[in-house]
């Protein structure tokens, strides 16, 4: 139980371009999920809280309209990365708390690599 | 707001020993510590948590610490396999956080070498 999928698993894209990355708690409902960023060897880096029905909650220096998160189900989250440069290259990873759990615990989805050209 | 310290950044160990991976942290009010393992290209997996009315907790090959007292938890992983390689996170809870946002240690990078 508790799988968390993302896609795509990878995606290259050209500078200037959006792209979408999908988010779904598999086998329970997910009231909040998270969207992290990871660079190589590195920690996981928290950008916002999604919450359903709701809008995001961003970290402090993470452009929301940058990096545009829609919660619309209580399975799905998505994050946009519009007009994405070479700098926003990283592994994006998402995870997902069970509705009605303890609030706390995550479940990560497997990551979304990302290369912008 | 928590901080997060975890210790080693690497640990190279051989098959069948054990590995000890330590954090502290600094907020008192924290009451959720989690354990995640990643392996390379993939997302992190969640291997065993502890809450803080509890002092320790086992999962077959794998035990996780908690001192409350001292602000440090602990995973121990016996007899290690192989499969063990990977990076481990600890992680705490934010207290003053209502969405249960969690704060991660830098990671250790677990080498088994057979």
């Known amino acids: 139980g508790a799988v968390v999928s993302q896609h795509p698993s990878r995606v290259i894209c050209k500078s200037g371009t959006s792209v979408k990355i999908e988010c779904r708690s598999l086998d329970f409902q997910a009231t909040t999920m998270f969207w992290y960023r990871q660079f190589p060897k590195q920690s996981l880096m928290l950008m916002a809280t999604s919450n359903e029905g709701s809008k995001a909650t961003y970290e402090q220096g993470v452009e929301k309209d940058k990096f545009l998160i829609n919660h619309a189900s209580l399975t799905l989250s998505t994050l946009t990365v519009t007009s994405a440069h070479p700098e926003d290259s990283s592994f994006y990873i998402c995870?997902?708390?069970?509705?009605?759990?303890?609030?706390?615990?995550?479940?990560f989805g497997p990551g979304t690599r990302l290369l912008v050209l | 707001g928590e901080n997060v310290e975890q210790h080693p950044s690497t640990l190279s160990v051989q098959e069948g020993d054990s590995a000890v991976i330590k954090c502290t942290y600094s907020d008192s009010a924290s009451n959720y510590f989690p354990w995640y393992k990643q392996e390379l290209g993939k997302g992190p997996q969640l291997i065993i948590d502890i809450r803080s009315n509890v002092g320790e907790k086992k999962d077959q090959r794998i035990a996780v610490t908690l001192n409350k007292t001292a602000k440090h938890f602990s995973l121990h992983i016996t007899e290690t396999q192989p499969e063990d390689s990977a990076v481990y996170f600890c992680?705490?809870?934010?207290?003053?956080?209502?969405?249960?946002?969690?704060?991660f240690g830098a990671g250790t990078q677990v080498v088994v070498t057979p």
């Open positions: 995870s997902a708390q069970p509705s009605g759990s303890r609030q706390e615990t995550q479940y």
């Open positions: 992680a705490a809870s934010i207290p003053t956080d209502s969405w249960g946002k969690l704060q």
